[in-house]
Each structure stands twice: as C-alpha cells, then as structure tokens.
C-alpha cells in the first residue's frame, strides 16, 4: 500500500509540512490548507537535481536551517519514495536533470484527489508531477504558457495541444505523459451517504482508490452479501482506519518480501517497522525491501552458480567413472603385450588378427595388431598404451577423488547459504570462501578472454593468437602463472597470482587441463602441458602472433577438459 491514494495522501501532505509549504487535495483547492507550516520557517528551495542511475532521481531541497534530499526510485520491480538529511552524490556516472527548476522554491504541493499522483507547484508557473501509476511511474515537468528558448532534447516531442505548451518527462518513452492534462488527474466522486445507497454500495464505483489489500478486507466482512446500511458501516470503519497514520512494514515469514499497510497485520507477521509519520515509513519501507530485494537476488544468484557448478561436477564424475570402469573391464594392454612376446614365433608378418592362449586368463583370445608393424613392434605398442593406461587411470581415480569432495564442499556451501538472512553477511561468506562476483569494471577488462574460477583462483584463457598476446603481454603479470599445450597450436592460460598464496596443484592441474582442452590436443587421452611462471615467458619482433618464448618449463601430464 505505499502507492496507494490513501498513503500517498499522507505522504505529500506530511512532505508539505517538510519543505515549509502549503498542501492542497485536488487541483481545484477544494480543501487547500494555508500555513500548513507558521510563516516564520522559510521554504526550502530546489538546491540540486540529478540522476545516478536510468530509474532514480535525487532532489537536494535546502534553506539556511535544514537540508532535505527526496529520492524517487522508479524501478519497476521496485518503486518507492524516500527522504534523507544528506546524500552522498557520486563522482562519476550522475546527471543533472531539469536545471529549469533550480533555485526555486515550492509554493504548494497537491494532491490530486483519488490518484496516486501528486505534483510540486514551483515558482514561474513551473509544475513537477509525481505520476505513481506502477509500471508506468514517471516524473513529467510541465511549464505553463511559456515556451524556453534554450535547446533541449525533448524539444521535437513537446509540439503538441496541452494547457502547457512545455514539457518534459523523466521516462521519455512514454509518450502518453506528454499528452497529460493536470486537471484531468482529479477523480471526483460523490462518496457520501445518499449516493452511496443509490449505488447499492458499489465500492469499485465508489471507492477505487481501496486496491488489492483493502477489498480482500471486505471480502473478509462479507462485504457483497451485506445491506447497503452495513455496507456503509464498513466502509465508514475502513476510511477511519487508514486515516489514523498507523503505518507498517511487516513481513508474513521470512521467505516473503516486506509489505506495507494502513491497516492491522496479519496473525503471526513480524513487524519489522510501525508509526505515525508517513515519509519515515515510506523511507522505512523503500530500505528495507530494498535490502531484502538485494539479499534475496545476490543470494539467488549465489545459490544458482553453485547449483551449475555441483551438477557440472556430478555430471563429470559420471563421465570419469564411466571411463574408469571401461578401462579396468578391458583387458590390460601390458598382458597382451606379454603375450606377443610369448608368441613371436607364430605370428605370420602382416597379420590383422591373431588368436593366440591368454596364460593370464587362460583362454583363448583375438588380437588385433598392424599390419605394416612387426610383432614386436606390436608389443611394444601395447606396452605403451598399457603405460598410458596406469597413468590415466591413476588421473582419473585422483580427478574423481578432487570432483567429490568439490560436490561435497559445494553442497556444504549451499546449505550454509540456506541459512542466512543478512547481505553483508551472505557477501563475507561469498568473500571469505572464495565465491564473490567481480566488480563490473574488473568483468568488462576480464571478458576480453574466457575467465574460470576454481578453489578461488581465476584462470584466463586467451581466445585466439592474437588474444593470446594480449593475455601474455598486457594482462598476465610475472607472478602469474602461464601455461600451454606443449609443441601444438592453442591457448595462452594464465592462473592470477594471489598476494601470499602459492599455487595449488589441484589449481595449477585444473588450469592445465584447460590449456590442453584449448589446443589442437584437446582430443588426446593425455596432453602434456608447459607450465611455468610468466616471468619465463617473453616474446620477440620476429615472432607471429601468439608465439613466444619459453625460458624456463616444467611439463606435467593431464587430460584436457573444460570445466
């Protein structure tokens, strides 16, 4: 309810007393109320008006005695108006806005009755409307009878009939808002008792302004089924309540977002702020959904890349488990091995297939062999794959050990995450562990390459030669450490060195897998992979693009894998 025409009557009235000046409800000042403040306080003038972002707008009101900032939020998904006695502006990225109204003080504020809308009457015949309509939110500057002179942007959408020739709007694609007719925001409506009966009690009629939360109340009383003179008793009690200035901010259960209400709280609802003052709750209410907005979408996010990453990793032991079963199943090579050198003697040269007795298993079996090759040659192939073998299977059972405990940590992650209920400390667990988002100017340098997060080390991979230069050249300092798939084409890597942390080597291996995955080997069951500290690393006028020179290299054996 802190849009509702009932709130927002209480708001712009008690702003009024605020800014030391006069209220009035309805453009008509059918109830205009004269020194709403004694005529010893000053008014305060406009001192500054600008913007931070594409939905907000901050006013700097001020005279010798106070400052007062009022800061419109008009974001769709979150909507709000707040008050402040000082405002930090922003060096950067901030924009001044209607510099017509600066130094100017306001005569009255009105409320346009039945409407959430409410409008500051400046000096010079200067009209600023606050049109709280949603979606469509939008602040609108209307000039009465006077033309600027001054170019403007807004100056070829203002040629249009309107009992102000100037205007503009801070959302300048709704266009409707430069069609709008002060006087028609007023939505007089006969609400007493006579018209009342006539009606039947028809409060979508009647009443309008009531919204969600008031007609689910006289859904509650039985409201439809009521004589009109009950109706009208109803109707009396719910006006009383919400013209007291109770305000409240609650909240049904902790996984719901904060409500706002004129009316008494639901049964168990944790209160998490009440008064009488309308611009205090406003401001008490904007910040606190605000927060509550950020912690639950830093925390979605959060728990959102876990959950990409665990079913990343389970999907990865699935697949190396897999592989290790199809290995340890098929039949050693270092035996079949043996076994032709067993049987040199009764193999004919340039055979496919040869059945020879297995003295492992005792049985007869089919090997195949090359036929260009000479049975030796053949053992000595099979002694090798039975090599390579031992060591991918020592890999693969030490890569799946690492993937369970990172499933493992990650689902230790995800029920800490689960369990708290403040942002600044949903960001130090995030810091502390290793899972923080990076900055948005550090994201727009980083995105230049593929960027990898593992164990809380980054891990840049250049994307194609010339990328890879740049990596190596601009971006990768000495203590960082480099890597690449050693005697082919590929990717420069580059683990970012962490001030007083070694390396480790589930990191550096992980980082190596990369650099095998991004190059001509990626296909390969093992790739060898350069690793040394960038420092190691330099490059000469000769060389084309991505070549280098590697002064200093250890080599270690990984198979190539993105994460």
């Known amino acids: ?138 602040v609108v500057l209307f000039e009465k009878n006077k033309v600027f002179e001054q170019q403007t942007p807004f100056e070829n959408e203002c040629e249009f009939e309107n009992e102000y020739n100037f205007v503009i709007a801070f959302h300048k694609k709704m266009l ?18 006579p018209n009342f009966l006539q009606e ?22 039985n409201y439809q089924n009521a004589e009109n003179e009950t109706k009208w008793q109803i109707i009396q009690e719910i006006l009383k309540e919400i013209s007291q200035k109770k305000f409240t901010v609650f ?45 639950a979408k830093e925390k979605t996010d959060a728990v959102r890349e876990l959950q990409r990453q665990h079913k990343l990793n389970k999907s990865y032991l699935q697949k190396n488990k897999t592989r290790l079963d199809d290995i340890n199943e ?15 003697h009764a193999i004919p040269p340039h055979t496919e ?26 053992a000595e192939n099979y002694y090798r794959k039975g090599k390579n073998a031992k060591i991918e299977i020592d890999i693969l059972k030490k890569n799946i050990e690492r993937k369970e405990n990172e499933v493992l940590e990650l689902e230790i992650h995800l029920a800490e995450l689960e369990k708290i209920d403040q942002i ?34 980054e891990i840049w991979v250049g994307k194609n030669a010339k990328n890879n230069d740049l990596l190596t050249q601009k971006y990768a300092y000495k203590e960082d ?18 001030a007083g942390k070694p390396f480790p080597s589930d990191v550096i291996e992980k980082a190596a897998s990369l650099a095998g995955y991004y190059s001509k080997r990626s296909t390969d069951t093992l790739c060898p992979v350069i690793v040394t500290p960038k420092k190691y690393v330099r490059k000469t006028k000769d060389l084309a693009q991505g070549q280098v020179i590697v002064e200093k290299e250890d080599i270690i054996m990984v198979v190539p894998e993105k994460f």
């Open 1 to 138: 309810m802190h849009l509702n025409y009932h709130f927002l009557r209480h708001f712009s009235q008690e702003l009024a007393k605020q800014l030391s000046t006069n209220w009035a409800l309805g453009i008509q000042e059918k109830e205009f109320i004269k020194n709403i403040i004694p005529e010893k306080n000053e008014p305060l003038a406009l001192l500054t008006i600008f913007s931070q972002s594409k939905d907000e707008i901050i006013f700097g009101f001020g005279n010798k005695e106070k400052d007062l900032f009022l800061r419109a939020t008009l974001k769709n998904e979150l909507t709000g108006l707040s008050t402040s006695d000082n405002f930090a502006r922003a060096k950067k990225n901030s924009v001044n806005l209607f510099p017509q109204l600066l130094d100017l003080k306001i005569q009255k504020i009105v409320q346009f009755q039945n409407e959430r809308a409410f409008a500051f009457y400046f000096e010079n015949d200067f009209v600023l409307l606050f049109k709280l309509f949603g979606r469509r939110t939008n």
């Open 176 to 193: 409707q808002d430069y069609e709008i007719i002060l006087s028609d925001l007023d939505r007089i409506i006969d609400q007493e008792k």
């Open 200 to 221: 039947n009690g028809d409060n979508k009629i009647l009443f309008p302004t009531f919204g969600k939360e008031i007609n689910e109340l006289l859904k509650e009383k």
């Open 251 to 295: 909240q049904r259960s902790e996984d719901k977002l904060p409500e706002f209400t004129l009316l008494s709280t639901p049964p168990n609802a944790k209160i998490l702020f009440q008064g009488n003052n309308a611009i205090e709750a406003s401001t008490q209410f904007f910040y606190i959904t605000a927060k509550t907005e950020g912690l």
């Open 330 to 344: 098929a039949s050693s090579y270092e035996n079949i091995g043996h076994i032709i050198m067993a049987n040199l």
């Open 353 to 378: 297939k040869v059945k020879l007795f297995d003295f492992f298993e005792e049985r007869d079996c089919i090997i195949v062999l090359k036929k260009d090759l000479s049975p030796q040659k053949n």
């Open 424 to 457: 600044k400390v949903l960001r130090k667990y995030l810091l502390d562990n290793g899972l923080q988002k990076q900055d948005e100017e550090k994201a727009i340098k980083e995105n230049l390459f593929k960027k990898f997060i593992y164990k809380g080390f």
């Open 481 to 498: 450490l480099w890597l690449h798939a050693k005697d082919v084409s590929g990717s420069h890597v580059v683990i970012k060195y962490q």
